[in-house]
Nanobody
Framework: VQLVESGGGLVQPGGSLRLSCAAS????????MSWFRQAPGKARELVAS????????NYADSVKGRFTISRDNAKNTVYLQMNSLKPEDTAVYIC??????WGQGTQVTVSS
């Protein structure tokens, strides 16, 4: 099993980033997927989740209306579109598959 995140980086407040998580080694279309984040000195928190078919999504209150989770089962990839980014969104963003497997994470830094 492998989950490889990409798309992180440095962005100014109000900017946007799109994270990707490419999955392999399991039947991607059968499992829900989630994005978590962890800021320095803070607990890991759930940001967004999506069902296996993509018909149901859930978001943390702190990102509702700004972030969108989606998936492409043909490409074995889950995405996180992040708009109107704030400095408090700075964290390592980690992909999670409902087979209890974590990716390594990608750093997102929101700063002017």
């Amino acid at each position: 099993v492998q989950l490889v995140e990409s798309g992180g980086g440095l962005v100014q407040p109000g900017g946007s980033l799109r994270l990707s998580c490419a999955a392999s080694g399991f039947t991607f279309s059968s499992y829900g997927m989630s994005w978590f984040r962890q800021a320095p000195g803070k607990a890991r928190e759930l940001v967004a989740s999506i069902t296996s078919t993509g018909d149901i999504t859930n978001y943390a209150d702190s990102v509702k209306g700004r972030f969108t989770i989606s998936r492409d089962n043909a490409k074995n990839t889950v995405y996180l579109q992040m708009n109107s980014l704030k400095p408090e969104d700075t964290a390592v963003y980690i992909c999670y598959a409902a087979i209890a497997y974590w990716g390594q994470g990608t750093q997102v830094t929101v700063s002017s």
